[in-house]
């Protein structure tokens, strides 16, 4: 299922991270306040999704390495739109 829905939030990221912060509680264990996941949402939005998807199935460096492509497929869809 987690699977699913980070390919799902691959495609539509901050669809998935909306969906899953009202209508699951991975968000609300993930992060103690509301500021990092709407600045998530707005900046990075499939690290956001990868983390709060992490805190709940992954530990270790399943997470860390998740995180840091993450992060590098953020700043890659960031990057190829100021190219254009």
Known sequence: MPLLILLLGFFFPRLIIVLLYFFAGWFRGAFDGILL?????IFLPLTTLWYGI???????NVQLVGLVVAVLLDLGIVGSRLRR
Do not use: H
């Not at 996941?37 to 949402?41: A, D, Q, S, T």
């Open 37 to 41: 996941p709407l600045l998530g949402f």
């Open 54 to 60: 992490s805190e709940v199935y992954f530990d270790g």
